[in-house]
């Protein structure tokens, strides 16, 4: 008998070197909304959840800040975070205008049709823009 487990998304945690400028960074420049925020003096870390709508229909970034650590080593295994948006160079725009730092401009995917590009955040996590129409 094979048992059925229905499982989501529900966040990805990235460690940040300043909490408020990746709060302004996700919100401002990206679009997202500071959905709650989680002080714990005692255990000496925040946390600040991020995204385009709340759990259970979305799923949100969980920023986290360990107190007095100013900033990590990304390592080689993490890739990047996606977003869908409906016109690249529209979103391109839009966050260098907001001062964001666009590291691959929009094109086609290698091989491919697929629009996409890339922006970096204040920690140096990667995002993709990926174009879905509609």
Same mark, same amino acid.
């Given at each position: 008998?094979?048992?059925?487990?229905?499982?989501?998304?529900?966040?990805?945690?990235?460690?940040?070197?300043?909490?408020?400028?990746?709060?302004?960074?996700?919100?401002?420049?990206?679009?997202?909304?500071?959905?709650?925020?989680? $002080?714990?003096?005692?255990? +000496?870390?925040?946390?600040?959840?991020?995204?385009?709508?709340?759990? &259970?229909?979305?799923?949100? @970034? !969980?920023?986290?800040?360990?107190?007095?650590?100013?900033?990590?080593?990304?390592?080689?295994?993490?890739?990047?975070?996606?977003?869908?948006?409906?016109?690249?160079?529209?979103?391109?725009?839009?966050?260098?205008?907001?001062?964001?730092?666009?590291?691959? $401009?929009?094109?086609?995917? +290698?091989?491919?049709?697929?629009?996409?590009?890339?922006?970096?955040? &204040?920690?140096?996590?990667? @995002? !993709?823009?990926?174009?879905?129409?509609?």
């Amino acid at each position: 008998m094979a048992i059925i487990v229905r499982m989501r998304l529900l966040h990805t945690m990235l460690r940040v070197g300043d909490l408020q400028r990746s709060i302004d960074f996700y919100t401002r420049v990206l679009g997202m909304k500071l959905l709650r925020t989680t $002080e714990r003096p005692e255990q +000496k870390y925040s946390l600040a959840f991020v995204g385009y709508g709340s759990n &259970p229909e979305h799923a949100e @970034i !969980e920023l986290t800040y360990n107190h007095g650590v100013p900033g990590y080593e990304l390592g080689t295994a993490y890739g990047h975070i996606a977003l869908g948006v409906p016109d690249v160079h529209a979103a391109c725009e839009k966050i260098r205008v907001s001062g964001g730092n666009i590291t691959r $401009e929009p094109g086609p995917v +290698k091989g491919g049709s697929t629009v996409i590009a890339f922006v970096t955040d &204040p920690d140096g996590y990667k @995002i !993709e823009l990926i174009e879905r129409r509609g």
